[in-house]
């Protein structure tokens, strides 16, 4: 893989693509930085061999035309601290104002251009677009792990125009190589915890898994469709009943193919879809009318927890229950901090997709597990065994270079 690691960037124009996306409040203070510090050390790295930068991104869903709350003017401050000097705005992210900021860059100044979705061309992926791109910078690093699963101007068509010149950053390639251990150099017994709401959105990832793990643990609210189709009783639980017969076959192929499948013996129900609703707890297989499943039970917890432990490889995502109400946070912590242990003895662990990284997040234990996905949409199309367009886009060339 080549990275901006095997590249001395001196007197270059880096034309870097970035994930900048990230939450603001009414007042445009942006609420969680995170994507903007990851995105730090491929930048420097440049600055440090004494380059300039030209920085792109997207920010939120515009719709094809300026918009105040979507104006990447709202990061040059926190930027510009970061970088530790001034941020230079371009209004625009093509044009011939532009194209005159981008050319008088001087080594170790830095340019960030307006939000790439302005423009309709950028998620057209258009060419034309792209090329005026591209004539802002001499090399092409890509750093938006983020967005490479979306075949965009900035992500994908503009690489094109970079032969021998292209490249990922340090996040995007700490990202690739995550995937890349977990599908590839797996320590067994490999377990994968996949949890969350439906069967349907998983499925894709629990088939490319099939052949890969030792263990399949599922949790949240798809249990309770492999439950019922197993012939419990799930009360009002989450189920889809069009799914039952794909949880069947999931149960099939974990037979025929020698994985281990652990799915829940208790749960936590409750007699409402709230936080304040009275719960218990119960065999999963005999939830009464009227009560549905938020949780994992704590038979449940203890026996997901000592497959977890004994692992050498983890992969996790998705939450064990409605993490986001406190009453039924039970299930998915106890899973975190089995995962966690599991890192402390050596295991190597990946919390990839959207809800299992909020949750680690919200106990704080990110940095007690070895990769936390930056990329929701992205990673699951990984998991998923799917070519990322933004990486192929960047890879074609090396491949070249190696024949
Ligand atoms: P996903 O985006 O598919 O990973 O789903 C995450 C969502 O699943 C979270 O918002 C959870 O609240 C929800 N979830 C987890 N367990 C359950 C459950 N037992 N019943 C309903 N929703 C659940």
Request: proline share 3%; aromatic share 6%.
């Amino acid at each position: 893989m080549k990275t901006v690691d095997d590249f001395n960037f001196k007197n270059v124009r880096a034309l870097v693509r970035v994930d900048f996306n990230v939450p603001l409040d009414n007042q445009f203070n942006i609420t969680d930085d995170t994507r903007i510090r990851a995105a730090i050390p491929t930048l420097k790295k440049v600055l440090d061999d004494g380059g300039s930068l030209v920085i792109m991104s997207h920010f939120g869903r515009p719709k094809n035309l300026p918009e105040e709350k979507f104006s990447l003017k709202h990061t040059v401050p926190l930027l510009s601290k970061l970088l530790e000097r001034p941020v230079i705005f371009a209004k625009d992210c093509i044009g011939a104002a532009t194209k005159s900021l981008a050319d008088n860059l001087k080594p170790g100044q830095v340019l960030l251009l307006e939000n790439v979705r302005f423009h309709a061309e950028e998620t057209k992926g258009a060419e034309g677009f792209a090329k005026e791109l591209a004539s802002l910078g001499d090399v092409y690093v890509n750093d938006a792990f983020g967005a490479a699963h979306r075949a965009h101007a900035s992500t994908t068509t503009v690489a094109k125009f970079f032969p021998g010149k292209k490249m990922f950053g340090y996040l995007m390639a700490h990202e690739l190589e995550s995937i890349h251990k977990l599908m590839n150099q797996s320590r067994k017994p490999f377990t994968a915890i996949l949890g969350g709401a439906k069967v349907s959105g998983k499925i894709a990832i629990i088939s490319n898994l099939m052949d890969k793990v030792d263990n399949l643990i599922i949790g949240g609210g798809m249990a309770y469709t492999f439950v019922e189709a197993l012939g419990g009783k799930v009360g009002s639980s989450l189920v889809e009943e069009d799914r039952l017969g794909t949880a069947l076959q999931v149960v099939a192929d974990a037979i025929s193919k020698n994985v281990k499948l652990y799915i829940p013996t208790d749960t936590v129900i409750a007699d409402a879809f709230s936080n304040d609703a009275t719960k218990k707890t119960c065999d999963i297989k005999a939830i009464p009318d009227g009560w549905m499943g938020l949780d994992i039970g704590p038979e449940t917890e203890k026996e997901f927890a000592r497959v977890i432990e004994s692992s050498n490889t983890i992969l996790w995502n998705g939450p064990m229950g409605v993490f986001e109400m406190e009453n039924f946070e039970h299930g998915t912590k106890a899973i975190a901090d089995a995962v966690v242990n599991a890192t402390k003895k050596g295991a190597y662990s990946l919390i990839g997709g959207g809800d299992s990284v909020a949750a680690i997040n919200k106990y704080k234990m990110t940095d007690e597990v070895s990769c936390v996905s930056t990329g929701g949409g992205a990673m699951l199309e990984g998991l998923e065994g799917h070519v990322l367009p933004g990486v192929a886009a960047v890879e074609e060339d090396v491949e070249k270079i190696a024949k």
